[in-house]
């Protein structure tokens, strides 16, 4: 195994710059730059030295294989700062026997290999180094702290416990079994699948959380919606006129809202067009108002009648109050009436949506507890018939626990991993 070496912490000046090593050389091999160590997870302040010159001042912290993020042994060297250091530190690591930089996410990689974390913590790490919302950051720590990997381990032992039952009856076929297991194992199995059914129906919540929601502003030409836009980005994302049709493809602004990502579009004034651009442009106003989770439609366009309706939950609300006032719940882009009223409506409806968020929040994740439920319905539909097959049920239940395996990268994995890691930057 190598030893690896990175910068943990983001290039250019800064107060402290950390770099992280990790293999069976980090402490013996760095001897030579930092003369000795303190006790594990102590600091200390050393001096580093090269061919007899001072390179830094710096705190060294080491940390036992036990104790470490990788699950190997571990030294940090908290440097000053600047660029000239930390160049000067990483070009004389890479002159020390048995050293080498560190690839994408392999200090992560290692942290898996070494049982440190499960598979789904990892994708948890890397969505929390990703998020830029305070949903998205809680989010990724539910996930990155285990949550997942305990939610399932409690359905594991459930349906090892209903398999076991029926395995107990396979082994004493020739013999009397003095009780009947199955109600224990239908109840096994029930209460499993509720709470795999619930992950499977919150995770496009949990995904829109991690990707962002979508909310498209529609309605006529003239309506105002593009001043909207700017008035809510807060600068000019989108170019506006007095003329209809300015607006011909899909405008896309991103934003925090309530610490929800969310991301608005301005969208191609509805109307028949015969201009072919225009047409374009609001085929596809069209066809991105349909996927979005949330329309505002703003009425006091040139001309109200199009095709989209609204559907439960969206909004609909008056443009332009400043010129037309009176006309019950408005906003003006241009003046800002109105704005933070209809701010909170989009929050709101959008947190209703979040609130069902389940634990899992990857296409992958979904992929496993449905292939888990699939084989757990099978198991239930035998053990409920009058002639239960021990054999074809007990294979059901080895079916869903493979699935729940795959979940947390017990099982077929390999393939995955330089996907995943590739998103890890070098260091982490």
């Known amino acids: 195994m190598d030893t690896i070496y990175a910068l943990a912490t983001a290039r250019g000046k800064a107060g402290v710059a950390v770099i992280r090593i990790s293999g069976p050389l980090a402490c013996e091999g760095l001897l030579p730059l930092v003369g000795s160590f303190a006790a594990p997870r102590v600091a200390a302040l050393r001096r580093l030295r090269h061919e007899g010159e001072v390179v830094d001042q710096a705190l060294v912290l080491r940390f036992t294989a036990e104790a470490s993020f990788t699950g190997e042994e571990v030294v940090e060297l908290h440097l000053h700062g600047s660029t000239a250091i930390v160049r000067a530190v990483l070009d004389i690591l890479a002159e020390l026997p048995g050293l080498r930089l560190a690839e994408a996410g392999e200090f992560t990689r290692r942290a898996l290999e070494n049982g440190r974390m499960d598979l789904a913590q990892v994708e948890g790490l ?69 709470e795999l059914r619930q992950e499977a129906a919150g995770y496009k919540a949990a995904e829109r959380i991690r990707d962002g929601f979508e909310v ?20 000019e994302a989108a170019l506006t006129s007095e003329y209809a049709g300015t607006t011909r493809d899909v405008i896309e602004v991103r934003m925090d809202l309530g610490g929800l990502p969310v991301t608005l579009l301005d ?100 992929a496993s507890v449905l292939r888990s439920i699939g084989a757990l319905e099978s198991a239930l539909k035998m053990v409920e018939r009058r002639n239960l097959s021990e054999e074809l049920a007990a294979e059901a239940l080895r079916t869903a626990i493979a699935a729940m395996d795959d979940l947390v990268g017990r099982i077929g994995v390999e393939e995955l991993l330089g996907e995943i890691f590739s998103s890890f930057c070098i260091g982490k």
Do not use: C, Y
């Open 126 to 194: 890397a969505d929390l180094i990703e998020a830029e919302t305070e949903a998205q950051r809680r989010q990724a720590m539910r996930v990155f702290s285990g949550a997942l990997g305990d939610r399932v381990e409690t359905w594991r032992s459930r349906i090892l416990r209903a398999a076991a039952l029926l395995e107990a009856v396979i082994d004493f076929a020739d013999e009397d079994v003095p009780v009947d297991v199955r109600p224990e194992v239908r109840s096994l199995i029930v209460a499993v699948l509720e």
């Open 267 to 366: 969208t191609a004034g509805l109307r028949e067009a015969s201009d072919p651009v225009e047409a374009m442009g609001i085929a596809r106003a069209v066809d991105r108002a349909r996927s979005a989770d949330l329309r505002v439609f703003l009425l006091g366009g040139d001309n109200d009648q199009f095709d989209l309706t609204p559907e439960e939950g969206d909004i609909v609300v008056s443009g332009k109050s400043d010129l037309r006032p009176g006309q019950g719940f408005s906003v003006s882009g241009r003046t800002g009436e109105g704005v933070e009223q209809l701010v909170g409506r989009i929050t709101a409806r959008l947190s209703e949506l979040s609130a069902s968020a389940a634990t899992i929040t990857r296409a992958r994740h979904r």
């Open 216 to 235: 498209a502003i529609l309605g006529a030409p003239n309506a105002g919606k593009s001043t909207l836009l700017n008035r809510l980005a807060g600068r």
